[in-house]
């Protein structure tokens, strides 16, 4: 990078104002999570970084070192427990400081139509999906309300609005996120904005497999204005927006980061002579 490319890029990220701010990262492990992670230490972040995963843990905690030569606060969590959200809340404040962003991210996908899945199936996706938001915008927001305040972030899905078949539960569970965030942005206002990022048609370590079938990547990105799919640093890009002081008098909102692919249905529509 020449100097004046890495002058421009320090105006960028100390435009966002986020040098020296606490953010807490669920779903750290990979994909998005990695991808926000990144992002935000190079805005200067003191990050806290929440996985299940202790391996994928790792190797992201190591990447923040090395980008940004500031360590990061690794916590080994699974969010769809009470237990292990308050323990790795109380860790954090105790070797970060008090949370000012919370970047709830971390899900699971699971196929299966709604006549076959089980209860448990039913219940195993939204511990993590939507319950695990919960425990953990309470545990971090409870920071911000004690403290100067804060923004958090929630990460659903297009399938939030647009029904996903043989997913099980997974619309229901991102459709619920959106909900929360709605909730959270009445509670505790003025101290905490709350917002939702919806990304469509992106490849993540999840989604990595539909990919890999001969023909999807080109079919799916002609369905999307941008002729394209979206990359992990898409979705980063627009959280630390949201997060940032640059979006103060936005929450309640729900931004959609999809290449346009909602704004595709009509056209997808056969019209004779058109």
């Known amino acids: 990078m020449t100097q004046a490319n890495e002058s421009q890029a320090n105006q960028a990220t100390s435009w966002l104002g986020l040098d020296g701010r606490t953010c807490a990262i669920t779903g750290a492990g990979g994909g998005i999570g990695r991808a926000t992670a990144l992002a935000f230490a190079a805005a200067g972040a003191r990050l806290v970084l929440l996985e299940r995963d202790a391996a994928t843990l790792a190797t992201t905690a190591e990447q923040v070192a090395a980008a940004s030569g500031q360590p990061a606060v690794a916590l080994a969590c699974d969010v769809s427990d009470h237990a292990s959200v308050a323990a790795a809340a109380e860790k954090a404040e105790r070797a970060a400081g008090r949370c000012q962003i919370l970047v709830n991210n971390a899900g699971i996908l699971r196929p299966g139509a709604l006549a076959s899945i089980t209860l448990a199936e039913w219940n195993a996706l939204m511990s993590v999906n939507l319950a695990g938001y919960f425990l953990c915008a309470q545990a971090f927001g409870r920071q911000m309300l004690a403290g100067s305040g ?5 990460i659903a899905s297009i399938a939030a609005s647009e029904p996903q078949g043989a997913s099980g539960a997974y619309s229901v569970s991102k459709a ?11 509670e ?4 905490v904005r709350s917002n939702v990022v919806s990304p469509g048609l992106v490849e993540t370590p999840m989604s990595q497999a539909f990919y890999e079938v001969e023909g999807v990547r080109e ?3 002609a369905m999307t204005p941008a002729k394209r799919i979206g990359k992990p640093q898409d979705i980063a890009d627009a959280i630390l927006f949201l997060a940032s002081e640059r979006a103060s008098f936005v929450t309640g909102q729900e931004l959609m980061v999809d290449g346009g692919f909602s704004q595709m249905l009509m056209s997808l529509v056969p019209r004779p002579g058109y």
Do not use: K
Not at 150 to 154: D, E, F, L, R, W
Not at 176 to 186: E, K
Not at 188 to 191: D, M, R, V
């Open 219 to 221: 079919r799916r990105s």
């Open 150 to 154: 804060g923004a958090i972030v929630h």
């Open 188 to 191: 505790w206002g003025p101290a």
């Open 176 to 186: 619920g996120v959106a909900m929360l965030s709605r909730l959270i942005a009445l």
